[in-house]
């Protein structure tokens, strides 16, 4: 398997809801990201997760929450949130070679929050 | 402060002009330098990295450390390039995307 995988494809969701955005790789890469994407703008760093430890956290509100349960698979919970946050949502996996870093991102979860 | 600029928000050829798309950075240290590239509707792709010096899909891009630069050139554009590109600076682990281009490539 040699791809970053998300689930769901599109979510909508009302401000009072909670969900969960859902990410797996399966390619052994030990840091995993997530990033927001508004249309026609460069992704946004959220969150990186090395070896399943939070490492950076780029002063996203807490009505997300990123989890880590293991070396494959990330989450990111969504609580209470805003219309503002609707945009793309991507998750992207790095590889390490010899010194070379490559981040690999998958499709994307398309959030609308109503 | 580390940056990355792509002065043109659109560029429009027609099929078969030469193509380059800006990249410039600012970083006074080694830069890992990339191009992604996002087709209508699909996922983020990596499209060339600079220590690898490859083409890929007849693009090339060339790191000009004097002028702090990483243009992607193709000599001939086809439709299937029009999409946007983002060109990027690994800085520890993390991503520093410039603002992209869209490339339309009109027939």
């Known amino acids: 398997d040699t791809e970053v995988t998300q689930t769901p494809k599109h979510l909508v969701m009302g401000m009072t809801n909670k969900k969960s955005l859902k990410c797996e790789q399966h390619?052994?890469?030990?840091?995993m990201y997530w990033y927001k994407q508004k249309a026609k703008k460069p992704p946004e760093l959220m969150f990186v997760y090395s070896y399943e430890k939070l490492s950076i956290n780029e002063s996203v509100p807490s009505r997300f929450s990123p989890e880590c349960p293991n070396s494959s698979l990330l989450n990111l919970h969504l609580h209470a949130l805003q219309p503002e946050d609707s945009a793309l949502y991507l998750c992207a996996s790095r590889r390490r070679l010899a010194a070379q870093e490559t981040q690999y991102f998958g499709p994307g979860t398309r959030l609308l929050v109503l | 402060a580390q940056r990355v600029t792509q002065p043109e928000k659109l560029l429009s050829v027609f099929k078969g002009a030469p193509v380059e798309l800006k990249c410039n950075y600012s970083?006074?240290?080694?830069?890992?330098l990339f191009w992604y590239v996002q087709y209508s509707r699909q996922r983020l792709q990596l499209l060339l990295r600079?220590?690898s010096r490859e083409s890929i899909k007849g693009f090339t891009a060339d790191l000009n450390k004097g002028e702090t630069s990483f243009h992607l050139k193709k000599p001939f554009a086809q439709e299937e390039d029009s999409a946007m590109y983002y060109c990027?600076?690994?800085?520890?682990?993390?991503?520093?995307f410039g603002q992209g281009t869209t490339l339309q490539v009109k027939p």
């Open positions: 970083y006074s240290g080694s830069p890992e």
């Open positions: 390619m052994g890469h030990r840091a």
């Open positions: 990027a600076l690994s800085l520890t682990g993390k991503l520093i």
């Open positions: 600079h220590i």
